[in-house]
Structures are given as structure tokens and as C-alpha cells.
């Protein structure tokens, strides 16, 4: 089974970036395809990015496409999620999720992903 741990959130202004990482143990990650959601206060967790076992898809939710990056190192055993042009809305707690790349879908919904993170909180002031 694997541990993801999330690290990397913070306190940020409208229009500057963070960087998210997720390291993994327990496992290798590169058995899993990889996602990040959000929940932001009173919310229902949504998706933002996805990413594929080997690192050769990627996709995302309309309201990141074009700001945020989703990438993997296989050999860190770590997942990251660039975000640039930060807005207030993109403010939550950020979470990473594994699903074992058993099948070549990637999934784009919480009952995709079986293993979860504790989350980062991502605030961003106006």
C-alpha cells in the first residue's frame, strides 16, 4: 500500500506560483497513475490534474489548463503540481492520489484513486 505525503502549500499573492510535491513510499510510483484534487471550505473535492504512470499523458480541469503543470519523477518517487497565476479561487486543500496503473485510463474522479494524501493547505490573497 502506499503513503503519499503532500508538501509545498502556503500562503501566496494573486498572480504568483507555488510548487506542490507529493513523495510516495511503500511503493513504487511508477506502478500507479497519479492525480491532484482540491477541496476548497464547505466544497466538494475536485479534480485538477492527472498524470499517467510513465509521465506521457497529462490532463486537466478547464479552470487550471494553461496555469497549472502536473509532472513526476519515477525515480524520486515523487509527484509535483506547478502552479503559476494563482487566483483567490484557487484557493484549498490540495491532495495527491495514486491508482494502480492496472488499466491504460487515467482517472478524472475521486473514485478513480484508492490511496490518498492528508493534503496541503493552498491559500491565495487578493
Known amino acids: 500500500q502506499v503513503l503519499l505525503v503532500e508538501s509545498g502549500g502556503g500562503l501566496v499573492q494573486a498572480g504568483g506560483s507555488l510548487r506542490l510535491s507529493c513523495a510516495a513510499s511503500?511503493?513504487?510510483?511508477?506502478?500507479?497513475?497519479m492525480g491532484w484534487f482540491r477541496q476548497a471550505a464547505g466544497k466538494e473535492r475536485d479534480f485538477v490534474a492527472a498524470?499517467?504512470?510513465?509521465?506521457?499523458?497529462?490532463f486537466y480541469a478547464d479552470s487550471v489548463k494553461g496555469r497549472f503543470t502536473i509532472s513526476r519523477d519515477n525515480a524520486k518517487n515523487t509527484l509535483y503540481l506547478q502552479m503559476s497565476s494563482l487566483k483567490p479561487g484557487d484557493t484549498a486543500v490540495y491532495y495527491c492520489?495514486?491508482?494502480?496503473?492496472?488499466?491504460?485510463?487515467?482517472?478524472?474522479?475521486?473514485?478513480?484513486?484508492?490511496?490518498w494524501g492528508q493534503g496541503t493547505q493552498v491559500s491565495v490573497s487578493s
Open positions: 492520489a495514486a491508482d494502480r496503473a492496472d488499466s491504460i485510463v487515467v482517472p478524472s474522479t475521486k473514485a478513480g484513486y484508492a490511496y
Open positions: 511503500g511503493g513504487n510510483l511508477k506502478d500507479y497513475h
Open positions: 498524470i499517467s504512470w510513465s509521465g506521457g499523458r497529462t
